[in-house]
């Protein structure tokens, strides 16, 4: 059974960092082979892409949102992939998700197999 768990949500003032890590378990296929991305979902509003890292080739996309103040990798050793997120914003509020897919990176939430239950990020102003 796949397994995807979040770690690292919490309350953070504007201007300041958080690092949030996804542990993927039970993928049929090696780690290394799955597109892992960060989504996020404010309140009221719909489910929107953040960033995305291919396994094979490690190619990363960003939304022009976060551009140059979060950054995306992965351990595939350790099956873990990674969000550091600086000079934080009230916009960045809210609940992060990881998702996983075979193949490649997409801003579509639909077309991802694996989600894990969402941490929550929280951004004061």
């Known amino acids: 059974q796949v397994q995807v768990v979040e770690s690292g949500g919490g309350l953070v003032q504007a201007g300041g960092s958080l690092r949030l890590s996804c542990t993927a378990s039970g993928l049929t296929l090696p780690f290394g082979n799955y597109a892992m991305a960060w989504f996020r979902q404010a309140p009221g509003k719909e489910r929107e892409g953040v960033s995305c890292?291919?396994?094979?080739?490690?190619?990363?996309d960003y939304a022009d949102s976060v551009k140059g103040r979060l950054t995306i990798s992965r351990d595939n050793a350790k099956n873990t992939l990674y969000l550091q997120m600086n000079s934080l914003k009230p916009e960045d509020t809210a609940i992060y998700y990881c998702a996983a897919r075979y193949g490649y990176c997409s801003v579509l939430p639909g077309v991802y197999n694996y989600w894990g239950q969402g941490t929550q990020v929280t951004v004061s102003s």
């Open positions: 890292i291919r396994g094979i080739g490690g190619s990363i």
